[in-house]
């Protein structure tokens, strides 16, 4: 059974920082293109930032442009999430997502894409 569980979320004022990992079971992670999405309560669950199996390219969603950063360690089948410059709009429910695929320097942008996918981690900025 593959699980992809979510860390780091929490509450944190605006202009502070979040690391979220997600940590992966099996080989899965290995052989997949991995993603963040967020979701507020009422509203569609958004691509936040993805990268490639191989980690040769990288997607940031204009909203999280120059503040957040996706990276993963294929030896410890992990993603991370960068977050600093945190503003009251990346308030969101976070889930890690993984895509498996044979490309390893393709990303995917749609949810519908993706095989497995985390319980969630809540973000709360608010002052």
């Known amino acids: 059974q593959v699980q992809l569980v979510e860390s780091g979320g929490g509450l944190v004022h605006p202009g502070g920082s979040l690391r979220l990992s997600c940590t992966a079971s099996g080989r899965i992670f290995s052989t997949s293109a991995m993603a963040w999405f967020r979701q507020v309560s009422g509203k569609e669950r958004e691509l936040v930032a993805a990268v490639t199996r191989s980690a040769d390219r990288t997607y940031h969603a204009d909203s999280v442009k120059g503040r957040f950063t996706i990276a993963r360690d294929n030896a410890k089948n992990s993603l991370f999430l960068q977050m600093n410059s945190l503003k009251p709009e990346d308030t969101a429910v976070y889930y890690c997502?993984?895509?498996?695929?044979?490309?390893?320097?393709?990303?995917?942008?749609?949810?519908?894409?993706?095989?497995?996918w985390g319980q969630g981690t809540q973000v709360t900025v608010s002052s």
């Open positions: 997502a993984a895509k498996m695929t044979s490309d390893g320097s393709a990303w995917y942008h749609l949810q519908s894409s993706y095989d497995y």
